[in-house]
């Protein structure tokens, strides 16, 4: 089984707002791609997709995992969340979205206990990286090169253990 963790940007730095912006159904072709070429080159054509369920690239790659399991690909779908109640501060649709997405999970992980606090996204990323174990297990970092936030210390904590990472720049997909 090929494992694939995603990393990536909020929507605020993507391409704002509206989830009808062409560049969003762009980038959803690319993951689903990736993650159908992932089945290919699996002996099994199983894929474990791990998403770490925050709004944004997480969510993208967590519809794509359910809608390839939908028809019948193999597979695996990991939701690994911060913090029980990370949504509840969301507007309504992205609730609804994040609830449908559970209902699909093969496995939901809580990876701290307790309330939100900011060390807990990090943590999450690291417990993502950490499952990456096989060789060709990968990291699909959604990332526009910036040397802050969250992306940047995932794909920072993932290089330093030698992991094998697969670069979209979001700033270069073009509808």
Not at 20 to 49: F, S
Not at 50 to 75: C, H, P, Q, R, S
Not at 127 to 134: A, C, I, K, N, S
Request: net charge positive; glycine share 6%; charged share 25%.
């Amino acid at each position: 089984m090929i494992k694939i963790a995603v990393t990536g940007h909020r929507y605020d730095k993507l391409y704002g707002y509206n989830l009808r912006d062409p560049r969003y159904m762009a980038l959803y072709i690319m993951i689903y791609n990736r993650i159908l070429k992932a089945i290919k080159e699996d002996e099994e054509h199983k894929v474990e997709c791990i998403t770490g369920m925050a709004l944004g690239v997480d969510t993208i790659f967590a519809i794509v995992a359910v809608n390839l399991k939908l028809k019948g690909y193999n597979i695996h779908l990991v939701s690994a969340i911060p913090f029980k109640g990370q949504e509840l501060k969301w507007n309504e649709d992205s609730i609804k979205i994040y609830n449908c997405i559970l209902k699909y999970a093969d496995e939901i992980v809580y990876v701290c206990n307790g309330e939100y606090a900011p060390y807990k996204m990090q943590k999450r990323n690291e417990y993502m990286v950490d499952r990456l174990t096989g060789v060709n297990d990968i990291l699909l970092a959604i990332y526009n090169g910036s040397n802050k936030g969250g992306t940047a210390n995932c794909v920072n904590y993932a290089k330093s253990l030698g992991i094998n990472i697969e670069y979209i720049n979001p700033l270069e997909v073009v509808a």
